[in-house]
């Protein structure tokens, strides 16, 4: 810490600037707690009903049998698992920390007993395997359903089997903060402390060389949850640990801005960078900054469909390759999950901006939404979201591509960040500050706003309508500014009106329409319209090759069991809406008449997104 008399005089000659704000003072508009934002009835919600019935059904057993069996306690007659979690799976118990935090987000947004008491009997099972490690021959902390002597493997670069240790150890360490955090379990911080204590043990050991040497091996985000541990606990020990898996080789061209994202494994790197933009909130160095930032500008620019998913085959390829890359194992779902991630990170140190909900609302829409199964009661999802021609999910190749999860026989990453998807699905649709509520989403939801005595209850049918009502509730104490995000894709006919009367507001596509100062009174209703028209969204490799849009929802065409062998010819002036609602539209391609839905619409069919385009759409 500097002295006052020292920063000032460092203030004079001009070399703190740029210097941010300290530890905790980040400025800009904060998330709710989940506590006080609940789903209504939707397609989200129904898409949580889901995943929550898989979460309290899954055996908790079977899910401890890895954590049990490795740290020599019975594994109490419980079958082992298969896929990711089988016994001799490399990296065995990454996805329990996925299932804690999501029970432990069930238990906050919708007060669910039974996904509390999930999360905490299966912390205090994890606190008895914690606690053998002395017969188990493990270091003091250690936690994690594969022997430690992987990390001395790993620390000597001998490791070849396939394992990525630090990868499952942020897993579970993610899971314990979250269940501290929304359970108040005391068990989870005591075990979480214990097993971060063992990571800085293990790491303060290792030279800088050593040390990024060691960051070749995918390791999750490490400096992203011990980040978040100084955040919960204010102690700087955290924040040191953090900063030691700050991997240079991918930190580097990206503080200069510069692209050298072709050929690395994408999810490898993005909770990377979901940990600079923690470490720069915790540290103010804008270099922390400037490296999430710029990953997030060269992602979304640079490497993204336009579904908003990233990748092909897990790894990110040149910059703009696109339609070069449209094949069976394209956008990994993991890295929209993480991206969303570092996407609300960020917005609120450029709130002006909507380029990031504007993205975020295309991820979640068009990827993850129908990443999950509709017809599966328990939630299943893919891996990838094939965007090859005639591409499919449901049926495919046993491994990857558009197949569904299983009960016990995937335990892959991407079930793993779905089962957290499925239950955030409400933590991004508002912000606030001290004096200004930001509507970011058009989902269905009622949010508590206790500081201002307001209930905000948001209805609409987006994105099958165009319209949203938000009508406040309760005796509002102060007045206060409402922000809604305009979407880049709407028209300048968007507009707002209070209580049926037009506000005479800005509403410029692409901007944050705001109602300023009012004294909001119970009852007060604000109407949203957002006109949506045809669209393409080119691939920036190829102009003749597009994806077609109707406002943010991506189109695809439906083949049913029909193969296509190549991308179909689509005649973009062809392209008529079915009716004067909804969002079905016929068109011809390859001289065929064919309909196009709403892509995170498109099961059980062979679908189409990207189409070579021939003429304009309809005006
Ligand atoms: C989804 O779950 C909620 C409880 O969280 C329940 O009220 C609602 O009826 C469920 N919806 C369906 C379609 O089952
Ligand atoms: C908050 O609103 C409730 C009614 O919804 C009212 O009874 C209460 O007095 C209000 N509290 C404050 C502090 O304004």
């Not at 709710?32 to 908790?60: A, H, P």
């Not at 809604?484 to 709407?490: D, H, N």
């Not at 190549?566 to 065929?592: H, N, W």
Request: glycine residues 10%; contains cysteine; hydrophobic residues 35%.
């Amino acid at each position: 810490m500097l002295s006052s008399s020292l920063a000032g005089l460092l203030l004079q000659v001009g070399l703190l600037a740029g210097v941010q704000p300290a530890a905790g003072q980040t400025s800009g508009p904060q998330p709710f707690d989940l506590s006080t934002i609940s789903l209504t009835n939707s397609r989200w919600m129904d898409n949580q009903n889901r995943t929550v019935s898989y979460l309290k059904w899954v055996d908790v057993n079977r899910l401890l049998y890895n954590f049990r069996s490795n740290h020599r306690l019975s594994t109490q007659g419980a079958a082992a698992n298969g896929g990711w979690d089988a016994p001799n799976f490399p990296f065995r118990t990454h996805a329990q920390g996925h299932y804690l935090t999501a029970w432990a987000f069930c238990y906050a947004s919708l007060r669910d007993n039974e996904c509390r008491d999930r999360a905490a009997y299966f912390v205090a099972e994890l606190a008895k395997c914690q606690k053998n490690n002395g017969a188990a021959g493990f270091s003091t902390g250690y936690l994690s359903g594969f022997p430690e002597s992987e990390f001395a493997a790993l620390e000597a670069r001998t490791l070849n089997n396939g394992n990525v240790p630090y990868y499952a150890i942020h897993k579970t360490m993610a899971g314990l903060l979250d269940v501290w955090r929304h359970l108040g379990d005391t068990n989870a911080r005591d075990v979480l402390l214990a097993l971060a204590g063992w990571v800085d043990t293990r790491t303060g050991k290792l030279s800088y060389q050593q040390m990024q040497s060691m960051l070749g091996t995918e390791f999750g985000g490490m400096n992203d949850v011990l980040a978040d541990l100084h955040k919960q606990t204010k102690d700087d020990r955290w924040l040191k640990v953090a900063q030691r898996f700050d991997h240079a080789a991918i930190f580097d061209p990206l503080a200069a801005g510069r692209d050298q994202l072709n050929g690395l494994h994408a999810n490898t790197q993005v909770p990377k960078w979901i940990g600079a933009a923690l470490e720069y909130k915790a540290t103010g160095s804008t270099r922390y900054r400037d490296i999430a930032k710029n990953a997030w500008d060269l992602t979304v620019g640079a490497h993204t469909y336009a579904i908003g998913g990233n990748s092909q085959a897990e790894h990110f390829r040149p910059p703009n390759a696109i339609a070069g890359y449209l094949q069976k194992d394209t956008a990994e779902a993991c890295n929209t999950y993480n991206m969303l991630r570092l996407t609300r990170e960020l917005w609120p140190l450029d709130a002006a901006s909507t380029a990031y909900f504007d993205f975020y609302e295309r991820a979640l829409l068009n990827h993850l939404l129908g990443q999950q199964d509709p017809a599966s009661s328990h939630g299943h999802v893919t891996y990838f979201t094939p965007l090859n021609p005639g591409g499919r999910r449901g049926v495919g190749p046993a491994w990857g591509g558009g197949t569904w999860s299983t009960d016990y026989d995937s335990f892959w990453c991407c079930q793993g960040t779905a089962l957290e998807t499925n239950t955030k699905l409400m933590d991004s649709i508002y912000f606030h500050d001290e004096g200004a509520l930001f509507v970011n989403l058009f989902t269905p939801s009622v949010l508590k706003w206790a500081a201002q005595n307001v209930t905000v209850t948001q209805a609409t049918d987006f994105p099958a309508g165009d319209t949203t009502t938000l009508t406040i509730g309760g005796q509002p104490g102060e007045s206060w500014d409402l922000f809604v995000r305009i979407p880049s894709w709407t028209t300048d006919q968007a507009e707002i009106s209070v209580n049926g009367e037009k506000a005479n507001i800005d509403t410029k596509p692409g901007t944050y329409a705001v109602i300023k100062g009012r004294a909001w009174k119970d009852g007060d209703k604000v109407t949203v319209r957002l006109p949506m028209t045809l669209r393409t969204v080119p691939a920036n490799d190829n102009p003749n090759v597009a994806a077609v849009a109707y406002g943010p929802v991506v189109l695809s065409g439906d083949y049913g069991s029909g193969s296509l062998s190549s991308m179909p010819t689509l005649s973009l002036d062809s392209v008529r809406r079915e009716g004067s609602g909804g969002l079905t539209f016929t068109a011809t391609a390859g001289g065929k008449s064919v309909q196009l839905k709403p892509f995170y619409d498109a099961h059980g069919i062979n679908y189409n997104v990207y189409w070579t385009t021939q003429g304009k759409l309809p005006a």
